[in-house]
């Protein structure tokens, strides 16, 4: 379980998250949502360490990340997966080295165990036959599921995604969200997700938070994402007409 | 940004390179790797521009020594003083900071940008460590060889310059190479190498793992480089010789 209490970062003298307190639990998708600009990439990026708090505190299953040792965050690193906007895939290496890659760094494994550890998450992210295929070779969705292979590979306890479905188009989405969601069940991880993508938060939203210009301004789930009359998450979650249009349609029905 | 930050900056960086790599297997393979990338794959340039400016200099010489009081085996004395003390260690230097230098800013601008080192930071590698000592490692160990043969082949080109042009003979231009000959004078040039390898690697690693933006601030970057890493060649250039010549 991830707790994060009264968290504040800035930029100089740009205060991007102001007092952010959000829980996320294991074995659940949660989304974090908000316009370009709110502070959604900075919280993700403290999660992970990459930004360190200015005030409050970010604890995994109890022990705060700032109070680590060395070692502590050596070993807090390698239970976390990460799966970048970009995808951040090492360019110069194949499917395999990459996937391989934290497995070398980190593990004792032998070449053949690596190897078998990573066509066994390779199967798991629909992705065998590629093994020997360079990044560049590979479409956004392949290259997607290639960073997820590589994120869950170390059997992570916390996974973050920042924007996985971006530069999609809207099948892949589904099955990058899809994918995310069964590997969050199937291995319990806690999992993150930033996101701009709608199909996400009502697909696999099981909770969801919506930042504000630094601030969170609601915290529920997809199904009450629907009910909630709170304007700024209608305004932002219903400003395409057709959302506006299911929105209509679902409460009719509910009521 | 202020000059003295960057210094500071720089020195940091240092700090954080020089730390007992995570994985010694996979740092001796980085290393080999980054000896292709950065030594083996300058060796064409290096041979190249060496063997012409060495007939160059040793033409320029010749056509300069109009004098019959002159011997005719000071063209091969001053050819070989000239490419030993200051073109293969400080041009070829040069060239190597353009060539080498930007590869580096660009590559490591590009992970910077497309988040490769932040992946690296969050799986809990030291991504300066990973990336910059390998390098350095690479430049130097492999550059003392490369300027060794841009010696070699300097002094080989104004041989084959005069004998191809006629205004001296090979046996003259031997003689002059033989001439005199002070070993310090390699080591002051290989002492020179070293320093210049390990500027080569380092300022252009700075410029890429601190840029901030996209393509284009990468590319600003690797121009920046290679004009820093030139200048602190110079200014090293002048420090070394005047502290290891007089």
Not at chain 1, 127 to 150: D, F, Y
Not at chain 1, 204 to 221: D, P, R, V
Not at chain 2, 52 to 81: C, D, H, Y
């Amino acid at each position: 379980m991830i707790e994060v209490t009264n968290l504040h970062k800035g930029f100089g003298d740009v205060k991007v998250l102001k007092g952010i307190n959000a829980t996320f639990h294991p074995g659940k998708t949660s989304l974090i949502i908000g316009q370009s600009g709110s502070g959604k990439t900075v919280f993700l990026k403290s999660l992970i360490g990459l930004h360190e708090p200015e005030q409050g505190s970010i604890s995994f299953d109890g022990n705060i990340n700032t109070d680590f040792t060395e070692n502590q965050k050596q070993q807090w690193r390698q239970e976390i997966g990460m799966v970048f906007q970009g995808s951040a895939l090492f360019d110069s290496q194949t499917v395999e080295e990459n996937v391989m890659f934290p497995l070398k760094m980190f593990t004792s494994k032998s070449q053949e165990e690596m190897l078998a550890r990573v066509n066994v998450v390779l199967k798991r992210v629909n992705l065998e036959n590629s093994n020997h295929k360079l990044p560049a070779e590979l479409s956004g969705g392949m290259q997607k599921r290639v960073a997820i292979a590589r994120a869950i590979v170390m059997n992570p306890k916390y996974l973050f995604c920042d924007e996985p479905n971006s530069g999609l188009d809207p099948q892949t989405a589904i099955v990058i969200d899809n994918l995310i969601q069964e590997i969050t069940k199937e291995y319990k991880i806690t999992t993150v997700i930033n996101t701009h993508d709608m199909n996400s938060v009502m697909e696999i939203g099981e909770k969801i938070i919506f930042l504000k210009e630094g601030k969170k301004a609601w915290e529920g789930s997809s199904e009450e994402i629907f009910k909630t009359d709170n304007e700024v998450v209608v305004d932002f979650v219903y400003s395409s007409n057709l959302f506006k249009k299911v929105r209509e349609a679902y409460l009719k029905e509910t009521k | 940004m202020n000059y003295l930050e960057h210094i500071g900056k720089y020195f940091i960086m240092l700090g954080r390179v020089f730390k007992k790599p995570q994985r010694t297997k996979v740092f001796y393979s980085a290393i080999l790797k980054e000896i292709e990338d950065l030594g083996v794959k300058s060796l064409g340039i290096i041979m190249f521009i060496s063997f012409f400016i060495g007939g160059v200099i040793a033409l320029q010489t010749a056509l300069n020594l109009e004098s019959p009081f002159i011997p005719k085996s000071l063209i091969g004395f001053a050819a070989k003083r000239s490419i030993i003390l200051e073109f293969a260690p400080t041009f070829c230097s040069i060239i190597l900071a353009g060539k080498v230098g930007s590869y580096i800013t660009s590559s490591i601008g590009t992970m910077r940008v497309t988040e490769q080192i932040d992946a690296l930071e969050v799986m809990g590698i030291n991504s300066l460590n990973h990336l910059v000592l390998p390098k350095i490692i690479a430049t130097v160990s492999f550059y003392p060889f490369l300027i060794s043969l841009g010696m070699f082949l300097g002094i080989l080109g104004g041989w084959v310059a005069g004998v191809l042009s006629g205004l001296f003979s090979g046996i003259d231009y031997i003689e002059g190479i033989q001439t005199d000959f002070n070993p310090f004078l390699l080591t002051y040039a290989i002492i020179k190498t070293l320093i210049f390898a390990f500027i080569i690697a380092t300022v252009p690693s700075y410029h890429g793992y601190y840029v901030k933006g996209g393509s284009i601030a990468v590319g600003r970057a690797s121009t920046q480089s290679v004009v820093w890493t030139t200048i602190l060649i110079v200014i090293a250039n002048y420090f070394l010789t005047q502290m290891l010549l007089t």
